[in-house]
């Protein structure tokens, strides 16, 4: 009985001893880190197999260093042996969504083709690589439904834009005519209510930190302007 007692004990203290330990490095590595990042947060810190690396993600980022928090590594980390980029994976891992979650009402819908295939995109009506996407890539993709959230990012222009646009008789012709065609989209009429200021809390909640950004069904992610190639590779994938 008393042995039992006695090992109970000591696992407890073993256990209470490596929560503090962690909680050490924890508190060791935002007190000598989080001043460097500019006024950014640390949001979680993990011990990583690589040599003793802890991954620190930063917002949409993942930053590493080590247990004293002496050194900070920006960059990627691959496996030498089978060359996968095991820091993307992870960020994949992380900011996957749920598709279904999406609240398509806030977004334009375009169906081209049979529409089976579905994507969602983030847009700035004022980038430049949003437009290359549309003009390059999805104006040629054909058996799919694009949602498009008009994400405004970049300009107090683009809150105005993406109004006259919204507000539009047809707001898919209008986008495609602007985007496309550099068509500039006639003036909302009065009291139009436009979903602009909902969209950019779910761009920040899904720390969409750029635009384009390509959602999939599958709840991962592309950011930028990719080419047809690769997103019909994608697609394919998600079959």
Not at 30 to 41: D, H, S, T, V
Not at 164 to 177: G, K, L, V, Y
Not at 188 to 204: F, I, M, Q, R, W
């Amino acid at each position: 009985m008393l042995k039992t007692k006695v090992a109970v004990l000591l696992a407890t203290g073993l256990i209470a001893g490596c929560v503090d330990a962690q909680n050490t490095v924890e508190t060791t590595i935002r007190k000598n880190i989080e001043p460097r990042l500019g006024g950014a947060r640390i949001d979680s810190i993990k011990e990583t197999p690589y040599s003793g690396m802890y991954e620190l993600r930063v917002g949409g980022d993942i930053l590493y260093t080590d247990k004293k928090a002496e050194y900070l590594f920006i960059g990627q980390v691959y496996d030498a042996k089978t060359s996968k980029n095991l820091t993307r994976e992870r960020i994949d891992n992380l900011n996957k969504i749920k598709f279904s979650d999406l609240p398509l009402s806030l977004a334009m819908k375009q169906v081209k083709g049979d529409g089976k295939r579905v994507i969602a995109v983030f847009e700035d009506p004022n980038c430049g690589y949003c437009k290359r996407l549309r003009q390059t890539t999805l104006k040629d993709l054909d058996n799919v439904t694009v949602y498009t959230f008009m994400y405004n990012i970049l300009s107090p222009d683009s809150v105005e834009k993406s109004k006259n646009i919204w507000c539009a008789p047809n707001r898919m012709q209008a986008w495609d005519d602007w985007m496309i065609n550099g068509k500039v989209p006639p003036a909302a009429p009065a009291g139009c209510e436009t979903p602009n200021e909902k969209v950019l809390e779910l761009g920040h909640k899904l720390n969409v930190q750029g635009t384009p950004a390509i959602f999939f069904t599958d709840g991962t992610r592309i950011p930028g302007a990719v080419d047809l190639p690769t997103l019909e590779t994608k697609l394919q994938s998600l079959k």
